[in-house]
């Protein structure tokens, strides 16, 4: 039983670790396309200042 626990711990925080890398990027992008795509949707005229 030790054994497979501490097989276990080191492969769950590699799988969050992992995750979070993922999440991260998945944010960042989804903010980075918020950003670009919010000026030109709500205000279309202003959106050149904006960007």
């Known amino acids: 039983m030790q054994q497979g626990l ?3 711990v080191p ?3 590699n799988f969050l670790r ?3 890398v993922v999440l991260g ?3 960042i992008r989804a903010t980075g396309l ?3 795509a919010w000026p ?3 205000v279309p005229r ?4 904006f960007s």
């Open 6 to 8: 501490a097989q276990v």
């Open 11 to 13: 492969n769950a925080s």
């Open 18 to 20: 992992s995750h979070i």
């Open 25 to 27: 990027i998945l944010v």
């Open 34 to 36: 918020l950003r670009d």
């Open 40 to 42: 030109r949707r709500l």
């Open 46 to 49: 202003y959106g050149r200042l």
